[in-house]
């Protein structure tokens, strides 16, 4: 990953997935993903870079279906990967904000499955970085798709409510996520709803400066505590912790605190600042 102002050539391996989805209830069940190696977890690999960077993907197809990668909001044609087909090219940013990248094939089915991520273009040098990737699932909907029967998209009610992948209190555990830092950093958190639910993002203790936001850009340098995040939509959020102390940050939507319909075992994170 990039780690500096300059601009520069980033090159990167991306690997498409399948595998059991581990749920905070300690079942499984069918999904994917993007990760760094040829080995399956929840977690699809986060991008960082600077505006100006450019991102030199190989994209590695592990599975026996055909996949494609797309890159929301760059008018580029998407990549089509062969079953256990490689993919390459380079992708150019020109401008700082969140970039959603998945699988659109089949109506989008995979990246329901789990395959979308996030690719990061900072504005500048933060103190600290944290990636929140929120998305849902329901447990049937991936038995089903798996078997190849597509869900019916109208009638969604998810049961599992995830981070980066996780739900609480795993996600305790993933430090791309925690946001740890001391009183006067200056912290960005990026933001995507890969799912397709509509999440509320609830901050106790700070107030967040909105640095870049795909929905409306109305909402720059805007201070709040609350963000609401449509399926889609990304956001930079700026967080200067002016006091230590344990503050969680949790989705003011209840249901998504769930997993498996028990609380709280869904979508919420605890900060830690010294």
Known sequence: MSTNLTATIVTDTLYFNRGGFPAVDSTTFPACAWNSSTLYSPLNQ??????????????????????????????????????????????????AGIYIYYDSLDASLYSYLGAAGMIAIEPKQPDGRFFWNFHEFSKQW?????????????????????????????????????????????????????????H????????????????????????????????????????VPDKPGLFPVHDHNLMAQTGNRYYNHGMMLIMKIQ
């Open 46 to 95: 986060p991008f960082q870079l600077f505006p100006g960077d450019q991102l030199a993907l190989t994209v590695i197809n592990t599975d026996t279906a055909a996949h494609s990668f797309v890159i929301k909001g760059l008018a580029i044609p998407s990549l089509l990967i062969a079953a256990l087909g490689t993919a390459n090219d380079t992708f150019s940013f020109a401008t």
């Open 200 to 239: 509320s993002v609830h901050f106790h203790g700070y107030h967040c400066r909105v640095v870049f936001s795909s929905k409306d850009s109305i909402q720059v340098n805007w201070y709040k505590d609350s963000f609401p995040l449509w399926p889609g939509e990304t956001a930079i959020l700026e967080i």
């Open 142 to 198: 991936n038995i089903a798709a798996d078997s190849g029967i597509t869900p019916g998209w109208n009638n969604f009610d998810p049961d599992y409510f995830t981070v980066n992948g996780s739900s609480y209190p795993f996600i305790d555990d993933d430090s791309t996520a925690k946001v740890t830092g001391a009183t006067g950093d200056t912290i960005f958190i990026h933001c995507a709803n890969t799912g397709l639910s509509v």
